[in-house]
């Protein structure tokens, strides 16, 4: 590992700490080094406040280190006005000379203007160390902005023997197929998505909140995919205590409810792409898919979807609702006490 791949890496780090937080910004941390010692270190963590590159200079102790410093940056530092001043002009007006950044913001409002501004200004940037893991790391980000839709994780947990429901049931809740560990990382999961989707057979069947209970952060924007409004009133997610949007094909004559959207798509042919064109719309980078077998085989099958992530419980049904099919590269697999779960990439 190379001295500024030891200082990008930490970038990365720190930027972690902004997940689930900072939309719609990107997640970025930053460095200065001063002499091979990190003397001040940042990350964004909320849009409208300060962003990487400022928390790591105002955490300098003695600023005239600054004029002999580098700044190491995970993501182009920004050149235009938006909440905040650009960090480009700080970087410049405090006298640093050597910017090392790990990718290019493809944001049509920086993409490279802010390297630009740098080095028209007389620093020496070294573009592209880590790029990959960088471009990892803000991947919601830059589907968003590059694929016009949000970036999409399907989510599901199966028995050994491949089904996710059993055939009937007495109640109208879910039936648990996983330990309490992986459904605590579900929860995990949820803080750091923008949003949560579920087809209406799932909230009828189960009556899901959709929030987060057995982690800490922000509720995730509710979405129901509920073409021809069979969501009985009485559903949690018609509580009003998270934003939710309801999409049917047909509008809903009914009084406006605080915290209650409803978007209407033209068809049932083409729900998946009206539905991300609504998310786009609604600015949402991320969405984690909860719904039943039908609503996550409908993804699959028009394939647009980014990743998934698949319990394996330890118990059977012998019969029931068929888990979804899915054909695509297997990037991880773990155990989770008695679960195992496996992640796959949609290449």
Not at 141 to 152: A, D, E, S
Request: proline share 4%.
């Amino acid at each position: 590992m190379t001295t500024h791949e030891k200082y990008i890496k930490r970038c990365i780090q720190l930027a972690q700490n902004g997940m689930g937080t900072t939309y719609p910004n990107p997640l970025v941390g930053s460095v200065i080094v001063h002499n091979d010692k990190i003397i001040g270190e940042g990350w964004h963590y909320q849009s409208g406040h300060p962003h990487a590159e400022v928390n790591a200079i105002n955490s300098v102790d003695d600023t005239s280190l600054l004029s002999d410093a580098t700044i190491y940056v995970s993501l182009e530092p920004c050149s235009h006005y938006g909440k905040t001043p650009p960090c480009s002009d700080l970087i410049i007006e405090k006298g640093i000379k050597r910017v090392i950044i790990g990718t290019i913001d493809t944001f049509a409002k920086v993409s490279g203007s802010g390297i630009k501004k740098l080095i028209n200004a007389g620093c020496d940037v070294t573009i592209g160390v880590l790029e990959l893991e960088c471009q990892k790391l803000n991947k919601r980000f830059f589907t968003f902005h590059n694929k016009k839709r949000p970036f999409i994780v399907l989510k599901w947990a199966e028995t050994t023997d491949g089904f996710i429901a059993p055939e009937s049931k007495n109640q109208r809740k879910p039936v648990w197929i996983t330990n309490s560990y992986s459904r605590q990382l579900v929860h995990k999961w949820r803080a750091e998505e923008q949003a949560i989707l579920v087809g209406n057979k799932t909230v009828i069947e189960d009556d899901p909140k959709l929030t987060i209970r057995d982690w800490s952060g922000t509720n995730p924007i509710r979405v129901v995919l509920d073409l021809s409004h069979k969501t009985p009133k009485n559903s949690k997610v018609l509580d009003q205590t998270v934003k939710t949007i309801i999409i049917s094909t047909q509008p809903l004559i009914e009084k406006k409810k605080e915290n209650i959207i409803y978007e209407v798509i033209s068809s049932k042919k083409n729900v998946i792409t009206e539905l991300c064109n609504i998310l786009h719309k609604h600015q949402i980078q991320s969405i984690i898919i909860e719904g039943g077998r039908y609503t996550i085989q409908s993804f699959i099958d028009e394939n647009i979807w980014d990743e998934a992530r698949i319990f394996i419980g330890n118990n059977t049904f012998g019969n029931g609702v068929k888990a979804p099919t899915l054909n695509a590269t297997l990037i991880s697999e773990k155990k989770i006490a008695t679960d195992t779960l496996k992640t796959y990439r949609n290449d």
